[in-house]
């Protein structure tokens, strides 16, 4: 049986690098993305594939998915982890938010 594989955004600390270390810990390969080029040492330490983007950027998230579709082909878990959601009522969001 092929490992598991989690992706997790926003992984550079706090709760989306424990949610990563975490996988980890249990056997998962880990595809994880942040802003900050930390994000690269983190996935050298968890062996995974590590991306510099942003939750907010359509473009960022492709990559993530491609890159972990690359390396594992599979993706079977996704914690959408971030620290700045967009603000004001759900349904009155545009997708742009």
Do not use: W
């Not at 330490?45 to 993530?64: F, H, P, Q, W, Y």
């Amino acid at each position: 049986m092929q490992q598991k594989v989690a992706l997790i955004t926003a992984a550079s600390k706090g709760i989306g690098l424990a949610c990563a270390r975490e996988f980890y810990d249990r056997g998962y390969k880990v595809s994880i993305m942040a802003r900050g080029s930390e994000i690269n040492d983190i996935g050298n330490e968890l062996t995974g594939v590590a991306i510099e983007g942003s939750v907010t950027n359509k473009a960022d998230l492709k990559r993530l998915v491609d890159a972990s579709m690359g390396a594992y082909g599979r993706i079977d878990v996704v914690v959408n982890n971030t620290g700045h959601p967009a603000k004001g009522d759900l349904l009155d969001l545009e997708e742009e938010d």
